[in-house]
């Protein structure tokens, strides 16, 4: 089998700790150099959300969605959604005598709940989560954590997840909103709130579909890498050979899927009977049996050798006392995140030359972006280079097209003409 290869394959030997090294010293480069903020902007954002989140209590009744106690009211006695994990201190009693847990897990389940349901308390809890995360994490660490020069410089961690993709904290930019929109309010300009320094304009370069085309790759999926690389617009394509699917219906079942979701999960996540839940994720795999096979390769192997091993050599270990269901996941995840932190490398060392160059400086990277701060008139030298730069490093070792999209900082598509 072709992931069999790639386990095994040691490549790149000696390569990997030069990489580590490097990668250290460009993220200590641009935590020194920082971004700046829109002061004006992130209050005025901070205090709408301060309103909106008073606002919503009020139409709760006096119930706070931050309150486990008020979320009990909300989330299982109004809208009557299950206990989907209880408190450590009932996990051995009966189940009509557990108590409801609200930590970060069991919160991120009930937000996939409430997200399938109409109704109108269900939303504004999500709207009320939303600001609050939107208002501690961004707007009000953007102005607590600013430097004296208007600059915010967040602490880039390598060890802060096990796939090795990067973290990062005060503030937390791996979690930024991607894509933004009036039915997100609390998303809508958090963005913004970064800017680029007087005569410069910030530029981020994303890879598309990143972990879809490494899966394509892992598995074989020969339909998939054929689409690829003649330039389809893959989820046209795929939801053509799932039927006829809406795009959005092929985008979160290929993602859950990917993501080790189960038929329950699957069923939560699109508010939909289990039993067409499972019947949907049938289809799928029918539909590419190649990556259904990988999967539980990968799992399986994860499962009897305790790790797996990404392109790179890099390994990342499963603990006995780590559910291994999840380890294709990972292998996609870490694999990409070792493609961005090879291409992240060579920007930095040739177009900023090492941050120095102050035409062109390498300022952020969010998971599969990298974002460049250009003078302007500059942009058509450097976003090509840079370009080209993120395109061929997976390309030549993949042997598959791996295609960037370029556009401006919370902005629109560049035009390279």
């Not at 580590?20 to 935590?31: K, N, P, T």
């Not at 993120?390 to 999209?405: A, D, H, L, N, Q």
Request: proline content about 4%; aromatic content about 10%; overall charge neutral.
């Amino acid at each position: 089998h072709r992931i069999y290869s790639v386990f095994q394959s040691e490549g790149f030997d000696g390569e990997l700790w030069k990489k580590e090294r490097l990668f250290v010293q460009a993220l200590s480069s641009m935590e020194q150099l920082g971004v700046a903020i829109e002061s004006q902007l992130a209050e005025t954002e901070f205090q709408i959300g301060q309103v909106r989140m008073a606002s919503i209590v009020q139409m709760l009744d006096g119930l706070n969605p931050s309150s486990p106690k008020d979320l009990e009211e909300l989330l299982i006695n109004r809208l009557g959604l299950p206990l989907v994990r209880p408190t450590k201190g009932t996990k051995q009693l009966p189940p009509s005598e557990q108590k409801p847990s609200f930590d970060r897990l069991a919160m991120e389940e009930y937000e996939i709940l409430l997200n399938a349901q109409q109704d109108t308390t269900a939303q504004l809890v999500l709207e009320y989560r939303g600001w609050q995360k939107a208002c501690s994490t961004y707007f009000r660490a953007f102005l607590d954590k600013q430097s004296w020069d208007g600059k915010i410089r967040p602490n880039f961690k390598v060890h802060g997840t096990r796939t090795s993709r990067l973290s990062c904290e005060v503030p937390n930019l791996q979690q930024i909103p991607r894509e933004t929109s009036e039915a997100k309010r609390w998303g809508l300009n958090t963005k913004k709130c970064i800017v680029p320094t007087p005569q410069h304009r910030l530029w981020e370069l994303d890879y598309s579909n990143l972990e879809l085309r490494l899966s394509a790759i892992y598995s074989g999926q020969s339909n998939l890498i054929e689409a690829f690389n003649s330039g389809e617009k893959i989820w046209d394509y795929m939801s053509s050979l799932l039927g006829g699917w809406e795009k959005n219906k092929t985008k979160t079942v290929t993602y859950a899927t990917l993501y080790g979701a189960g038929n329950k999960k699957l069923a939560d996540t699109m508010g939909i009977p289990l039993d067409e839940a499972a019947n949907t994720k049938n289809l799928y795999f029918d539909t590419f049996s190649q990556i259904k096979e990988t999967i539980f390769q990968v799992n399986n192997h994860a499962k009897n050798a305790g790790y797996i091993k990404y392109w790179t050599k890099r390994r990342r270990h499963f603990p006995s006392s780590e559910s291994p269901h999840k380890a294709f996941n990972s292998l996609i995840q870490g694999s990409g995140a070792e493609v961005v932190k090879w291409a992240l490398i060579e920007i930095w060392e040739t177009l900023t030359a090492r941050n120095t160059n102050p035409l062109c400086k390498l300022v952020l990277t969010i998971h599969d972006s990298i974002v460049l701060e250009i003078k302007e008139g500059y942009e058509k030298e450097y976003l090509p280079k840079a370009k080209e730069i993120m395109e061929r490093i997976p390309s030549e070792y993949f042997g598959m097209f791996f295609g960037v999209e370029v556009h401006e900082w919370a902005g629109n598509e560049w035009d390279s003409q």
